[in-house]
């Protein structure tokens, strides 16, 4: 999945995915994808098409 966080002045985009299955998520199964500095997004502002 996809998940946008901002820490109310600055983005980032984050890739996470449950590669083993347990259905917990461990810092090897999330990758920084993207920071957006001074610029805080929205979902509506990310197009996946």
Known sequence: ??????????SGLYQVVDT?????VAATEVRLLSV?????LSLSDVNLG
Do not use: I, R
């Not at 999945?1 to 600055?10: D, F, I, P, R, Y």
């Not at 957006?36 to 805080?40: A, E, G, I, K």
């Open 1 to 10: 999945m996809l998940v946008l966080a901002n820490n109310g002045s600055s």
């Open 20 to 24: 083993n299955g347990d259905g917990q």
């Open 36 to 40: 957006y500095n001074s610029t805080v």
